[in-house]
């Protein structure tokens, strides 16, 4: 009977190896997989927030005076309603992984949040105006994020209900 004691304990090292690599690389696959799904899942939640409020409809806006009572209070459920999404879009943000290209899109929704809670405390009767400016640019946030997404994402107010119809 031939010594094949160094040769067996090589296919089996050989094989050893390979198996704990593939193992690895497995293992690897499904965590990246899970990463991007969880990123995906996130903006997709995002995207369905925003899309459901009422505030983000396309409208025609004006200027409106806020001194009638009614007013101020579609402005401030208009600022309650950009407070939450901008909530929203800081826990996308943090459900992205650094340096993921879904984080420009969700960074930049996040400034044109800000820039319009700042521009509805100055010009409280331009506030409609600047809604519509915040929905253009989440618009394009949002484009941005359905392709790396490969998901088509709603436009925000797409899914909110009318007034007349709550009425």
Same mark, same amino acid.
């Given at each position: 009977?031939?010594?094949?004691?160094?040769?067996?304990?090589?296919?089996?090292?050989?094989?050893?190896?390979?198996?704990?690599? =593939?193992?690895?690389?497995? @293992?690897?696959? %499904? +965590?990246?997989? /899970?990463?991007?799904?969880?990123?995906?899942? !996130?903006? *997709?939640?995002?995207?369905?927030?925003?899309?459901?409020?009422?505030?983000?409809?396309?409208?025609?806006?004006?200027?409106?005076?806020?001194?009638?009572?009614?007013?101020?209070?579609? =402005?401030?459920?208009?600022? @309650?309603?950009? %407070? +939450?999404?901008? /909530?929203?879009?800081?826990?996308?943000?943090? !459900?992205? *992984?650094?340096?993921?290209?879904?984080?420009?899109?969700?960074?930049?929704?996040?400034?044109?949040?800000?820039?319009?809670?700042?521009?509805?405390?100055?010009?409280?009767?331009?506030?409609?105006?600047?809604?519509?400016?915040?929905? %253009?640019?989440?618009?394009?946030?949002?484009?941005?994020?359905?392709?790396?997404?490969?998901?088509?994402?709603?436009?925000?107010?797409?899914?909110?209900?009318?007034?007349?119809?709550?009425?």
């Amino acid at each position: 009977m031939p010594n094949t004691f160094w040769p067996d304990l090589l296919v089996v090292l050989i094989a050893t190896t390979l198996g704990a690599l =593939l193992t690895v690389w497995i @293992a690897f696959g %499904t +965590y990246r997989y /899970e990463l991007r799904t969880r990123e995906r899942d !996130a903006i *997709r939640h995002l995207a369905n927030i925003i899309a459901s409020r009422r505030a983000f409809m396309e409208a025609n806006p004006v200027r409106v005076d806020t001194s009638e009572q009614y007013r101020a209070d579609d =402005l401030e459920a208009c600022r @309650a309603s950009v %407070t +939450y999404a901008r /909530e929203a879009i800081i826990d996308a943000s943090r !459900a992205v *992984r650094p340096g993921s290209p879904m984080q420009q899109p969700l960074d930049d929704m996040a400034r044109a949040t800000n820039r319009y809670l700042d521009q509805a405390r100055r010009d409280p009767n331009g506030y409609w105006l600047h809604l519509n400016e915040l929905r %253009t640019r989440w618009i394009d946030s949002l484009a941005s994020l359905s392709i790396q997404t490969k998901f088509a994402l709603p436009e925000p107010g797409s899914r909110g209900s009318s007034r007349k119809a709550e009425a």
